[in-house]
């Protein structure tokens, strides 16, 4: 039988495997809740002096056929996200299309993205920057498996290039290309609220001891927080996040 599938990358090899724990224990939960399936890859394919734990998400497809999951729709999550456990089923809210949150944070750092990823691996193609959203929370099906192949592919096949424009320009990994290739396609796809993909909350003053954020919507993203250098303040705040949240609905 197909089930909606939520799918992590999580690599133990950092020390940043302290913090994602609770962000694989709150997918977990949440699927177990709603009877879908989670999936967490833990071993690379790729060595990372090729391809860092990022690109390794656009092989959802690869992986769980080779682990015989049958999907009907899969998220593919970055592992620095928490769930709260009454979020709703956002699978529901699909469409049967490719559905992203807009990026909202710093519109310096996704002009600069365009700007630079246009100008240097696309020759000039550019989309509005309204139409930028953030790869940490992704809706696909089987339909998208080809478009994530030719991604996977026009990586491998510039991985040169584009390493050295994420190291020279500092503006993301796989999310340029994705939103490239995206525009590049013409692909439909559903923008979704905030709600389910909150970036960069502590620019928007929500990242507080009172856990602002949790009240205002239902996943929790933890990039773009300052001075975390040795992930200390995503572990923080991941880890009281979880267990607020989960060991309130416990009690």
Same mark, same amino acid.
């Given at each position: 039988?197909k089930?909606?599938?939520v799918?992590?990358?999580?690599?133990?090899? +950092?020390?940043?495997?302290?913090?994602?724990?609770? *962000?694989v224990? #709150?997918?977990?939960?949440?699927?177990?809740?709603?009877?879908?399936?989670?999936?967490? !890859? #833990?071993?690379?394919?790729?060595?990372?002096?090729i391809?860092n734990?990022?690109w390794h998400? !656009?092989?959802?497809?690869?992986? &769980?056929?080779?682990n015989?999951?049958?999907?009907?729709?899969?998220l593919?999550?970055? $592992?620095?996200?928490?769930?709260?456990?009454?979020?709703?089923?956002?699978? $529901? !809210? #699909?469409?049967?299309? /490719?559905?992203?949150?807009?990026?909202?944070?710093?519109?310096?750092w996704? =002009?600069?993205?365009?700007e630079?990823?246009?100008?240097?691996?696309?020759?000039?193609?550019?989309?509005?920057?309204?139409?930028?959203?953030?790869?940490?929370? &992704?809706? &696909?099906?089987?339909?998208?498996k +080809?478009?994530?192949?030719?991604?996977?592919?026009?990586? /491998?096949?510039? $991985?040169?290039t584009?390493?050295?424009? %994420?190291?020279?320009?500092?503006?993301?990994?796989d999310?340029?290309?994705?939103?490239? =290739?995206? @525009?590049?396609?013409?692909?439909?796809? @559903?923008?979704?609220?905030?709600?389910?993909?909150? %970036?960069?909350? #502590?620019?928007?003053?929500?990242?507080?001891?009172? /856990?602002?954020?949790?009240?205002?919507?239902?996943?929790?993203? =933890?990039?773009?927080i300052?001075?975390?250098?040795? *992930?200390?303040? +995503? !572990?923080?705040?991941m880890?009281?996040?979880?267990?607020?949240?989960?060991?309130?609905? %416990?009690?």
């Amino acid at each position: 039988m197909k089930k909606n599938v939520v799918f992590i990358v999580n690599f133990q090899e +950092s020390d940043r495997g302290g913090p994602y724990q609770y *962000s694989v224990n #709150s997918w977990k939960n949440w699927c177990k809740k709603n009877d879908f399936t989670f999936f967490v !890859l #833990s071993e690379r394919i790729h060595e990372k002096e090729i391809m860092n734990p990022n690109w390794h998400k !656009l092989f959802v497809f690869d992986v &769980l056929e080779k682990n015989k999951i049958d999907y009907d729709q899969i998220l593919v999550a970055d $592992a620095d996200t928490i769930v709260h456990p009454d979020c709703p089923n956002f699978f $529901a !809210l #699909s469409n049967n299309k /490719l559905c992203g949150v807009h990026n909202e944070g710093s519109y310096d750092w996704v =002009f600069r993205s365009i700007e630079n990823y246009s100008k240097f691996i696309f020759k000039g193609f550019t989309f509005p920057f309204w139409r930028y959203i953030n790869s940490g929370f &992704l809706i &696909l099906n089987d339909s998208h498996k +080809s478009f994530y192949k030719e991604v996977i592919n026009f990586y /491998l096949n510039n $991985a040169d290039t584009i390493q050295k424009m %994420q190291e020279t320009f500092q503006v993301g990994t796989d999310q340029p290309i994705i939103n490239f =290739f995206l @525009n590049i396609h013409k692909i439909d796809y @559903n923008i979704l609220p905030y709600e389910f993909n909150m %970036q960069d909350m #502590s620019r928007k003053e929500i990242l507080d001891e009172e /856990l602002t954020f949790t009240k205002l919507g239902w996943v929790y993203h =933890f990039n773009a927080i300052p001075n975390n250098q040795s *992930s200390d303040k +995503s !572990l923080y705040w991941m880890k009281k996040t979880y267990n607020t949240l989960y060991k309130e609905k %416990q009690a």
